[in-house]
């Protein structure tokens, strides 16, 4: 990942970051391979019952031909309009899967950044995790 990247992660988390230890745990999922998810964040998003809503986004997403901050709140909203669940009850398995954490920057900011491959592989080790 370049400069440009870590510039891009760090402008996402400017609102969040109060000092300098705060950095490695608001984009440190930037820069990892493998998503560890926090014990807690996992237990309440990544449930048997989310399971299906999950992978329903991830079908959503892998179809994509756009895949920025706009497209991707659209299609999790057609997504739960769809599945007729809340936005939520997509957004915060998708929040941890990608990050592994239930705060961070905006979600659909920090997917484009993180890139559709990426984004889909995550939630593609989430799923096999749950």
Do not use: W
């Amino acid at each position: 990942r370049d400069a440009a990247y870590t510039d891009a992660a760090l402008a996402l988390c400017t609102d969040k970051i109060k000092n300098l230890n705060d950095i490695a745990g608001y984009i440190g999922f930037f820069f990892r391979d493998t998503v560890e998810a926090d014990a807690e964040a996992a237990a309440q998003a990544l449930t048997p019952e989310n399971k299906p809503h999950l992978a329903a986004l991830r079908e959503a997403y892998a179809d994509l031909v756009q895949f920025n901050a706009d497209s991707l709140m659209e299609s999790l909203k057609a997504t739960a309009a769809t599945r007729e669940v809340k936005n939520k009850v997509l957004v915060m398995p998708a929040r941890v899967a990608c990050t592994g954490s239930k705060v961070g920057p905006s979600l659909y900011h920090l997917m484009e950044l993180l890139g559709q491959a990426e984004v889909l592989k995550r939630f593609d080790a989430a799923l096999t995790a749950m």
